[in-house]
């Protein structure tokens, strides 16, 4: 079982490439969520999807997009990174409101 | 935006000391959680609150729900070297959310611990 797939694991890109960082999960969890994590500042959520076929902003949005292609998988997108991109993504999952969040194991991408 | 400020930052303990950490929030939240992270990995949960008042053990970990559920601690009993990581306390929906929340978490900055043999 294995939960939140994260992919890719590590990513160096250049200012201004674009990128778009993949989720999945196999726990037919209705809501998907990205965060960042930066040091000292725990994590921030950038997007998040309610359920199939929504998306909203969360705390850090600019900057990205988000895809929640069907109910399993949900990717973000950098269109133009930015060296203030660079950071720790995380997407995690949960089948509603009140219950626990499951995280992937993170996406370490830096912009140069 | 909601703010959770979580202390201490960091803390140096022996092996088989008992720690504590806690949170406090400026809102109201319905729910607290308590997750641990391992170095190049994801936050993993340790333990859920949902009621304030509410006082729940696993293992050698015990957290509380505070009861202006603006608050929750988290403690540790004898202390192993596998107990290092980073440690976040996690608040979820509130009165003060805003509408209908869909689960979205506000995190602590995190604790670091580190355990000495």
């Known amino acids: 079982n294995a939960g939140v797939t994260q992919t890719p694991k590590f990513q160096v890109l250049k200012t201004g490439q674009s990128m778009t960082l993949q989720c999945a999960q196999d726990?037919?969890?209705?809501?998907m969520y990205w965060y960042r994590q930066d040091p000292g500042m725990g994590l921030r959520l950038i997007y998040y999807?309610?359920?199939?076929?929504?998306?909203d902003k969360g705390e850090v949005p600019n900057g990205y997009n988000v895809s929640r292609l069907n109910k399993r998988e949900f990717s973000l997108r950098l269109e133009s990174a930015a060296p203030s991109q660079t950071s720790v993504y995380f997407c995690?999952?949960?089948?509603?409101?009140?219950?626990?969040?499951?995280f992937g194991d993170g996406t370490r991408l830096s912009i140069l | 935006g909601q703010q959770l400020n979580q202390s201490p930052q960091s803390m140096f303990i022996q092996e088989g000391e008992d720690v504590s950490m806690n949170c406090t929030s400026s809102?109201?939240?319905?729910?607290w959680l308590w997750y641990k992270q391992d170095p190049g990995e994801g936050p993993v949960l340790l333990i859920a609150l949902y009621k304030a008042g509410e006082l729940t053990s696993n293992g050698r970990l015990t957290a509380q729900f505070g009861i202006t559920r603006k608050d929750s601690f988290l403690n540790i009993s004898a202390s192993i070297p596998s107990d290092v990581g980073i440690y976040f306390c996690a608040g979820q929906g509130g009165h003060n959310a805003g509408g209908t929340s869909y689960g979205k978490l506000t995190f602590g900055q995190g604790t670091i611990l580190t355990v000495h043999p």
């Open positions: 995690a999952s949960t089948t509603g409101r009140r219950q626990p969040q499951h």
């Open positions: 809102s109201i939240f319905n729910t």
């Open positions: 999807s309610a359920s199939e076929g929504t998306t």
């Open positions: 726990m037919n969890h209705n809501s």
